[in-house]
């Protein structure tokens, strides 16, 4: 099973709620690294905090590793996590609104982090989305180098 950090704004604080409890009876290490009200806050403060722990775990991998940790961003609509996990060196975030591109970006992209919308994704669609992204391997190969493009 999977070590996850998980983190949202006031806006995800429902389905976040939700993907801890789903995530943990599975038998994932879910870290909940807040916030936990739904006081107005900045998303940008979860998703640094979040890509962070990420990171720290990944140590001294290359792209192609598979992570040694994930993260989970959810905010209203997941672009704002997941245009400022994408400006974190070493993170790969996915937003993703079904199980297709969950799927693809693990096995395409690598991606170590996922970002959800509360507001746009279904809560068991989004719950099937966490469990299949946490569950899918990279396929490496050709996409190994595209992603070396990436990150270079």
């Known amino acids: 099973m999977a070590t996850v950090y998980i983190g949202s704004d006031h806006a995800g604080l429902e389905l976040k709620a939700a993907l801890v409890k789903r995530l943990s009876e599975k038998g994932h290490d879910v870290h909940d690294l807040g916030p936990a009200t739904t006081e107005s806050c900045d998303y940008p403060v979860y998703a640094k905090g979040v890509c962070g722990k990420v990171l ?3 140590g001294n991998a290359t792209p192609g590793d598979e992570p040694a940790s ?11 996590m997941s245009m400022t996990a994408n ?4 993170i790969r ?5 079904c199980e297709f591109q969950a799927r ?15 507001r746009v994704t279904g809560q068991g669609v989004a719950l099937d989305i966490a469990e299949l992204f ?5 396929e490496g190969g050709r996409h190994l180098r595209r992603i070396n493009q990436i990150e270079g």
Do not use: K, S
């Open 87 to 90: 400006h974190i060196p070493g």
């Open 93 to 97: 975030a996915a937003l993703c609104g």
């Open 56 to 58: 720290a775990d990944a």
């Open 104 to 118: 693809a970006t693990r096995q395409h992209n690598n991606a170590n982090v996922l970002c959800l919308g509360e």
């Open 134 to 138: 946490l569950n899918t391997a990279f």
């Open 70 to 80: 994930f993260g989970i961003l959810v905010c209203g609509t997941g672009i704002g």
